[in-house]
Nanobody, 115 residues
Framework: QVQLVESGGGLVQPGGSLRLSCTASGSIVSIDVMGWYRQAPGEQRDLVAT???????NYADSVKGRFTISRDNAKNTVYLQMNSLKPEDTAVYYCYTRMGVRGYWGQGTQVTVSS
């Protein structure tokens, strides 16, 4: 079993910043991909950003230039630095990790951007 624990969500004003963290624990052999997805009310869960073990990254067009994903392989932790936040970034953010053919999800953390 693999557990993902997220932290760092909250309420922030437009233009502000937040940093999300997610740490994987349990039966971890080798994590291939770590990433973040988000889901707004009534919407599907969408990709935000992913990072592979070598540091290669992929971003949704809507967050390019504002969000930065990074990871610490020694700590099995992925981070999402979110700057210049907009109200449309409001969603539940889910951590994701893939090991081989299996994927795992965190429980989600709420990010609300509002004045």
């Amino acid at each position: 079993q693999v557990q993902l624990v997220e932290s760092g969500g909250g309420l922030v004003q437009p233009g502000g910043s937040l940093r999300l963290s997610c740490t994987a624990s349990g039966s971890i052999v080798s994590i291939d991909v770590m990433g973040w997805y988000r889901q707004a009310p009534g919407e599907q869960r969408d990709l935000v950003a992913t990072i592979n073990r070598l540091g290669g990254t992929n971003y949704a067009d809507s967050v390019k230039g504002r969000f930065t994903i990074s990871r610490d392989n020694a700590k099995n932790t992925v981070y999402l630095q979110m700057n210049s936040l907009k109200p449309e970034d409001t969603a539940v953010y889910y951590c994701y990790t893939r090991m081989g053919v299996r994927g795992y999800w965190g429980q989600g953390t709420q990010v609300t951007v509002s004045s």
